[in-house]
T-cell receptor, first 109, second 114 residues
Framework: KNEVEQSPQNLTAQEGEFITINCSYS?????LHWLQQHPGGGIVSLFM?????KKHGRLIATINIQEKHSSLHITASHPRDSAVYIC???????????WGAGTKLIIKP | EAGVAQSPRYKIIEKRQSVAFWCNPI?????LYWYQQILGQGPKLLIQ????????DSQLPKDRFSAERLKGVDSTLKIQPAKLEDSAVYLC????????????FGPGTRLTVT
């Protein structure tokens, strides 16, 4: 079993829909990261959070430490949101990043 | 604030050739990371520097890969000789310090070995 599990693996939605991507982890963490990767390869860090909720524009990230679960939400989705969204956790024993497999999101106009 | 810079963005070489990638981290960031991301997989940490010292290079194939960060700022990653399985995106990231600080990623270098 992977230490960081994301769901769904692939998600296709229509423009304007509310998007939820989930991440569950099994190790002790110091922080959880949500990152975005476009087809060109570059990675952009969206959020780093260790508790509660963070919001940036149309993106919202939440984390439940007790349940070892985080969600990334996108409101009013747009085709430019199409990308791979990756959840990664900083393990609290050595702070190395453990990466999820990513969720490929396609937003259709 | 300028982001993490990497060059080249794309590189195509034949197997057994050598290649070098360059990374300039965000100014003031002490920690620099090199990752290898093979298509369809998550990034794999190759090496982590703290200033100009190596913190972790346990997953670096040292028979063919080398990396340096001589003055604690820029870094180069070299592959010599390249193999077909080295085809991947090589990502550089930096953070203010190591433990628990947010990593900022560069655009990556896409390497194709033919």
């Amino acid at each position: 079993k992977n230490e960081v599990e994301q769901s769904p693996q692939n998600l296709t939605a229509q423009e304007g829909e509310f998007i939820t991507i989930n991440c569950s982890y099994s190790v002790g963490i110091s922080a959880l990261h949500w990152l975005q990767q476009h087809p060109g390869g570059g990675i952009v860090s969206l959020f780093m959070l260790s508790s509660g909720k963070k919001k940036h524009g149309r993106l919202i990230a939440t984390i439940n430490i007790q349940e070892k679960h985080s969600s990334l939400h996108i409101t009013a989705s747009h085709p430019r949101d199409s990308a791979v969204y990756i959840c990664a956790v900083s393990e609290d024993s050595n702070y190395q990043l453990i990466w999820g497999a990513g969720t490929k999101l396609i937003i259709k106009p | 604030e300028a982001g993490v810079a990497q060059s080249p963005r794309y590189k195509i070489i034949e197997k057994r050739q050598s290649v070098a990638f360059w990374c300039n981290p965000i100014s003031g960031h002490a920690t620099l990371y090199w990752y290898q991301q093979i298509l369809g997989q998550g990034p794999k940490l190759l090496i982590q520097f703290q200033n100009n010292g190596v913190v972790d290079d346990s997953q670096l194939p040292k028979d063919r890969f080398s990396a340096e960060r001589l003055k604690g700022v820029d870094s180069t990653l070299k592959i010599q000789p390249a193999k077909l399985e080295d085809s991947a995106v090589y990502l550089c990231a930096s953070s203010l310090a190591g433990a628990g600080y947010e990593q900022y990623f560069g655009p990556g270098t896409r390497l194709t070995v033919t």
